[in-house]
């Protein structure tokens, strides 16, 4: 899976740069190439967290029977 990463030029103190998949994940860098690769580094833990977190989670709905279907797939921020 790749992900859609955008960057900004914030005015006076540097670039922004967000994920708009992923709700919240967004950091600055100095540089436009610090700000990527910090929203690099955040996809990516992100999405290990889901990772992690949604198993639990989706086992919780099963046993409540609010899930009927579900697929796994791995998933790369794009580099």
């Not at 998949?21 to 690769?37: H, I, N, Y």
Request: proline letters at 4%; a positive charge.
């Amino acid at each position: 899976m790749q992900l859609v990463l955008k960057v900004a030029k914030r005015s006076d103190w540097g670039y922004s740069a967000w994920c708009p998949a992923l709700p919240g994940c967004v950091v600055w860098g100095d540089t436009r190439r610090e700000a990527l690769d910090r929203a690099r580094q955040a996809a990516n833990a992100y999405i290990s967290h889901l990772d992690e977190t949604l198993p639990r989670e989706l086992e919780r709905q099963f046993a409540a029977g609010t899930v009927s279907t579900v697929r796994r797939h791995s998933h790369l921020c794009a580099q």
